[in-house]
């Protein structure tokens, strides 16, 4: 019988420097993420900070399972159900830890956990995530030009407008792939 | 089972992944709420979502991908590394680049193929359309190995898709055994051949010079002894040994392989011992101009009849690797081989089994000179226990089983030695110098089994 212990032993030994850094980064990141949630004056329950820390552990550990879309919703959640709802650089800092987190679930989610890697691997999606995030902290900047601005608006007329964007992006999205 | 082209295996469909799904899932739900409940800091949870969900739907891989797996070397020595490499290309179109951004590959490979990296797992990028995960693979033990695709995953640009291949047919790596450092001085017992670097006892056509004799009829004039002659008036002639070849008999024993074996820097069993052993004795031998066969009494690997020259080298080698220890394929153990007479007959066993004694006995009584290599490890414990099975009997009793069978094995040597059977340990160089001296010495003498072949 193989002991476990030295099972985990054997895999921490080979565990590869590039996926053992990615779920690092994601732990990070997620930690980041909480407290922005939780640190703010408002209330946020205790319940959902504790699903979304060992949902969190759990994505960090299988970053290709459910539990990181479970981690994100819950802190999602957080936010709805205890914040104010202005924007906060809170909500500026949680996007972009969670922005991260996804990144490097992803990219550790590309490789076994005991594959070697070279750095450029590592380094492949930083730019793109790099663009996202400058757009998010331009997005929070316009957010907050409007929110002081305060023009008028409609939800209908805002969720037309989404529909439309998202009937958009699937008419002109790809075919599906071949096999 | 492949063993001579690449494997070329299709992954599988691309397929979104949970990544790809959270961003999609998060950008709607945030997006939603935000408009529903007029709430900023949900929209800016939801900006960096929806910029990866359109990010990687931008970069939806279309074609489909196929690896193929190909080890630069089928064939090596123990040491020996080759690497493997696993190509990744589009199906149907080789040229067309990779719709993917990394390439993540793991190889299943046996015990005896250490791969570099040691996981044998690694992750490349997809450069200008090709990927290429390469793992090195050293043999460290004779004999075949497989290596096969254990996984491989392509990575479409922000992990948005993947294809996944898994387990393929594997690939075989035959690893032959490195001849075990080994020379002998000039001792063949009794060659009787007519080529070969031998000195033989009678005179003829060779390099060695023997006697200066006066001339006779029948003598080749290059022979005449110039200086000889005028000194003495009369024609006199340099006479030779005659240079032969002998055949050679490797007896193989597989019945057993006592030890443990850690490859070809470490722990040498029984097996691995005779099997190297057995690779530089023919390789010694058949540079000498020998011609040397191969019997295996396990019956694991196929007899090999005489030969001689390089390509028989290698057969010798391609017939050793697959030598395996088991006892259910065992023939009869006196059964009469096809020897050429006066062969010299080495037997590589660990004199374990008595049935293999028996067989080297019925050899040496039917006139062959037999050395008997003794090939079972010195850390295998004193006296041949490992042929002990202790298991669910008294633990006082095994230390006693030991030292009888110590006590066995060493009368069982000596009944060899009675017969002229030299049994000596493997040491590489010179390990069958002294003892195949004593043999040619011997072989002029009466023997005990009275007869000569």
Redesign the interface.
């Known amino acids: 019988m193989i002991d476990p212990v030295r099972a985990v032993a054997a895999v921490v030994r080979?565990t590869?420097a590039?996926?053992a850094t990615a779920r690092l980064v994601v732990a990070g990141a997620l930690v980041v993420a909480v407290l922005a949630t939780a640190l703010p004056g408002w209330n946020v329950p205790d319940v959902g900070l504790l699903v979304a820390v060992v949902a969190g552990v759990i994505w960090a550990g299988a970053p290709?399972?459910?539990a990181?879309?479970v981690c994100?919703?819950v802190?999602?959640l957080c936010?709805?159900t205890s914040?104010p709802?202005?924007?906060?650089p809170g909500?500026?800092v949680?996007?972009?830890a969670?922005?991260v987190a996804?990144?490097a679930?992803?990219?550790a989610?590309?490789?076994?956990l005991?594959?070697?890697?070279?750095r450029?691997?590592a380094l492949?999606?930083a730019r793109?995530t790099a663009?996202?995030?400058a757009?998010?902290i331009a997005?929070?900047g316009l957010?907050a030009v409007l929110?002081a601005w305060s023009p008028p608006g409609s939800?209908v007329i805002?969720?037309g407008a989404?529909a439309l964007v998202?009937t958009g992006?699937w008419r002109w999205?790809?075919?599906d792939?071949?096999? | 089972m492949n063993a001579a082209g690449d494997i070329g295996a299709p992954l599988g469909q691309w397929r979104p992944t949970a990544a790809h799904v959270r961003a999609v899932v998060m950008a709607v739900a945030c997006f939603t709420g935000a408009v529903v409940w007029r709430r900023a800091d949900l929209a800016i949870l939801g900006v960096p979502f929806a910029g990866l969900a359109a990010w990687g739907a931008a970069h939806r891989p279309r074609r489909a991908v196929v690896a193929t797996l190909d080890v630069e070397a089928r064939t090596m020595f123990e040491g020996q590394a080759s690497p493997a490499r696993v190509t990744v290309t589009t199906a149907g179109d080789q040229g067309a680049p990779v719709d993917a951004d990394i390439v993540a590959g793991a190889l299943a490979t046996g015990a005896w193929l250490v791969p570099d990296p040691t996981s044998a797992a690694r992750a490349v990028l997809v450069e200008d359309g090709r990927a290429e995960v390469v793992v090195t693979l050293q043999a460290v033990r004779w004999g075949r190995h497989e290596v096969g695709l254990d996984t491989v995953a392509c990575t479409s640009r922000l992990g948005a898709y993947r294809s996944v291949g898994v387990r393929t047919m594997p690939v075989l790596i035959t690893t032959m055994p490195q001849s075990a450092e080994f020379d002998a001085a000039d001792a063949m017992p009794r060659p009787g051949g007519l080529v070969g670097l031998h000195q033989s006892r009678r005179l003829g056509s060779g390099s060695e010079p023997a006697e200066v004799r006066p001339f006779r009829p029948g003598d080749r004039l290059r022979r005449i002894n110039w200086s000889v002659s005028s000194r003495t008036g009369e024609l006199h002639v340099t006479s030779t040994w005659a240079d032969r070849d002998a055949h050679v008999l490797l007896l193989l024993d597989s019945e057993y392989d006592v030890g443990l074996s850690d490859g070809i820097a470490g722990r040498a069993s029984s097996l691995d011992v005779a099997v190297r052993a057995a690779a530089a004795l023919g390789e010694h031998y058949l540079r000498a101009g020998d011609r040397v066969a191969l019997a295996d009494l396990g019956r694991r690997v196929r007899d090999v009849p005489a030969g001689s020259g390089g390509r028989h080298l290698r057969r010798l080698l391609e017939v050793l690797v697959s030598a395996e220890p088991g006892v259910d394929h065992r023939a009869d153990a006196v059964r009469a081989r096809p020897i050429t007479g006066g062969a010299l007959v080495i037997a590589l066993t660990p004199l374990i089994g008595r049935s293999t004694l028996d067989h080297v006995a019925h050899l040496a009584l039917h006139g062959h000179s037999v050395v008997v290599v003794d090939t079972r490890p010195t850390d295998a414990g004193a006296g041949s226990g490992d042929s002990i099975d202790t298991a669910g009997r008294d633990a006082w009793a095994a230390p006693l089983a030991v030292r009888l069978r110590a006590m066995e094995r060493a009368a069982e040597i000596d009944r060899l030695g009675e017969l002229g059977v030299p049994v000596v340990a493997w040491r590489g160089r010179g390990t069958l110098d002294e003892v195949l001296r004593g043999v040619s010495r011997m072989g002029g003498t009466p023997h005990p089994g009275g007869r000569r072949s």
């Open positions: 080979r590869g590039v996926p290709d399972s459910g990181g879309l994100v919703v802190l999602a936010w709805l914040a709802g202005g924007l906060t909500a500026v949680t996007a972009l969670l922005l996804h990144v679930a992803a990219l989610a590309a490789m076994p005991t594959a070697s890697a070279d450029a691997v492949r999606w793109p663009s996202i995030a757009v998010v997005a929070a957010l929110d939800v805002t969720l989404l998202a992006a999205s790809p075919d792939t071949t096999s």
